[in-house]
């Protein structure tokens, strides 16, 4: 997901994140986490987070399932991303062991602090 500040007519700090999905199996282990990638001036986009290489601003959604865990369908939300001037956001998949079924749904809400 790409958030360009200039594209939405408003410089605004942070935003807050939506995340709905459902995983196949539900997992016992793991973590989802929101990953920022800021673009350069000309709008170029940085690198694609991978294993070896994530990125400076990682934000970690919980809860966390544990061993007896047998939810398959969550909504998590990471509050109050600074933002900068073009970024990209990524979701990683941070070894659950389990994939998110298609058809889930990031959303963001742009915000300052004081509107």
């Known amino acids: ?3 360009q ?3 939405l ?3 605004y ?3 807050d994140f939506r ?3 459902t995983y196949g199996t539900a997992p016992v282990a793991g973590s989802i986490q929101l990953v ?4 350069d001036f000309s709008g170029n986009q940085g690198f694609t987070p991978a294993t070896t290489l994530l990125g400076a601003q990682i934000y970690t ?5 544990q061993a007896s865990n047998t939810v398959k369908a969550f909504i998590f939300s990471w509050n109050a991303v600074p933002l900068t001037y073009d970024q990209d956001f990524w979701l990683y998949n941070n070894a659950t062991g389990q994939s998110i079924v298609s058809g889930y749904t990031l959303t963001a809400m742009p915000w300052s602090p004081g509107t």
């Open 5 to 7: 500040l200039s594209a």
């Open 36 to 39: 920022q990638v800021p673009r």
């Open 19 to 21: 995340l709905s999905f």
């Open 13 to 15: 700090l942070m935003a």
């Open 1 to 3: 997901m790409r958030i």
């Open 9 to 11: 007519g408003a410089n």
């Open 61 to 65: 959604a919980g809860p966390l399932p």
